[in-house]
């Protein structure tokens, strides 16, 4: 592709961005499913794009969304409500993990062939969920509050879990090895360093704002500040994903903290025109993102294929016991729950880890690598058709038949 068509895409792209909302909000077709359509008809369909074209571009700009969505999703979120939905969070995050690597790894394991500990490496990378679809997605579908605030948290908890556990067995593999006391060691550090950074990077910069807006052309230097924040808390080895959404949480209940109220309050906030500008922002990059997400799908012969969809099957299950576990009726209604167990999808987290076996040379690296991007696909793709099923209200019976001790939606 030429360089001027490569630009004028680039402006197509954000028309049909708008179209596909609009076509959204009349029918509750997720927009996800064209954009990755998209991705594929440019790039393994018709060899228009290649992913190796965009060299390091591509990968800085998909964590740059990520981290962008994240931060923006914590804005989003009401502090008492987060603190009322951790603990469901925290919960559905450690079922979910659990209950993929106890169903994945076996299925991995009779499907390709693997070791229990290849097994286990691809359960391991298929153990979260997708932030950049699930925040996206959940703002959109019936949910009570305290649900959507679990799905977002659960989504950031699960991308730590997703690399620490992953890179724990790739390193087993190559050790011949598995040190598990270190594994769990590094999850609980990992966790604690990043949300305290994130906390104090947020009340930071929220004390600094009504300084930082006297200066000209200031929009973008609290995105600008989280990207700082997440590159040096990578560097320190936490989470930079879990310390953007800590700092969206703080900087969007700044008003509450004390002394941020008031005539003269002391935490700055961020004004209703600095989040739309935000949020216009998130969009187009989300948009990039999952055409960029449907150009990296890499499908290599008809068994990878569907050993892809079987394991898709399978984790998505996981979800209604990992819902059942950990969001009871008193705390969602059937159609949160309903919403919850179809946010299965996996996303960046894992098919950035599945990449790294082959860069340390380990055995099988390229077929675990292919066979979870086709997991990722297909996980994406069940998500979001059962999100809209449930908006048509189509799944009332498997509803009352998986949660029937739930209430119905109000």
Request: aromatic share 8%.
């Given at each position: ?8 895409l680039?402006g ?15 029918t ?22 290649r ?6 571009a591509?990968?800085?700009f ?15 979120l ?24 106890a ?35 959940v703002?959109?579908f019936?949910?009570p509050?305290?649900?959507r ?5 659960e ?14 067995l ?12 270190g594994?769990l ?11 305290i950074?994130g ?7 929220s004390?600094?704002l009504d ?11 609290t ?9 040096a808390?990578e560097?320190l ?50 948009t990039f ?12 012969g ?6 892809g969809?079987?394991?898709?099957g ?5 979800r ?22 179809a ?15 082959l ?6 690296a ?9 997991v990722v696909?297909?996980?994406i ?13 189509w799944?009332r ?14």
């Amino acid at each position: 592709m030429t360089l001027p068509a490569a630009v004028a895409l680039l402006g197509l792209l954000v028309f049909l961005a708008h179209a596909l909302e609009a076509i959204f909000q009349r029918t509750k077709v997720p927009d996800v499913l064209f954009l990755m359509g998209l991705g594929l008809l440019l790039g393994p369909a018709t060899g228009l794009l290649r992913p190796e074209a965009l060299g390091a571009a591509g990968p800085l700009f998909t964590t740059a969304a990520l981290v962008a969505i994240l931060f923006e999703g914590g804005l989003g979120l009401d502090l008492p409500t987060v603190a009322r939905s951790i603990r469901g969070a925290t919960g559905l995050t450690l079922w979910n993990f659990l209950g993929t690597l106890a169903v994945a790894a076996p299925l991995a394991k009779g499907l390709l062939g693997l070791t229990w500990l290849q097994a286990a490496t691809v359960a391991a990378c298929l153990g979260g969920t997708s932030s950049a679809v699930v925040i996206p997605l959940v703002r959109r579908f019936g949910a009570p509050e305290t649900t959507r605030a679990a799905l977002a948290l659960e989504s950031a908890l699960s991308d730590v879990l997703v690399i620490i556990v992953a890179l724990g067995l790739m390193n087993a593999q190559a050790a011949g090895r598995l040190h598990l006391p270190g594994l769990l060691g590094d999850m609980a550090g990992a966790f604690t360093v990043a949300a305290i950074l994130g906390l104090a990077a947020g009340l930071a910069w929220s004390l600094l704002l009504d300084k930082v807006r006297a200066v000209r052309h200031s929009l973008f230097t609290t995105p600008a500040f989280v990207f700082v924040v997440y590159g040096a808390v990578e560097a320190l080895g936490a989470s930079g994903a879990i310390a953007a959404l800590v700092m969206g949480l703080v900087l969007g209940n700044a008003g509450l903290l004390p002394g941020g109220g008031g005539e003269r309050p002391r935490f700055g906030k961020l004004a209703p025109g600095d989040r739309q500008v935000f949020a216009e922002a998130v969009f187009l990059m989300k948009t990039f993102l999952f055409v960029y997400v449907g150009l990296s799908i890499r499908f290599s012969g008809t068994a990878l294929a569907l050993a892809g969809l079987a394991l898709a099957g399978a984790v998505l299950l996981v979800r209604v016991p990992a819902v059942r576990l950990s969001l009871p009726p008193g705390g969602t209604d059937r159609s949160g729950a309903l919403v919850a167990s179809a946010m299965g999808a996996k996303g960046l987290a894992a098919a950035v880890v599945a990449s790294i076996p082959l860069q340390m040379g380990l055995p099988r690296a390229e077929e675990i690598r292919l066979v979870v991007f086709a997991v990722v696909f297909f996980s994406i793709l069940a998500s979001s058709l059962l999100l809209f099923l449930q908006e048509r209200g189509w799944l009332r019976l498997p509803g009352r038949i998986l949660f029937g001790a739930y209430p119905e939606a109000r």
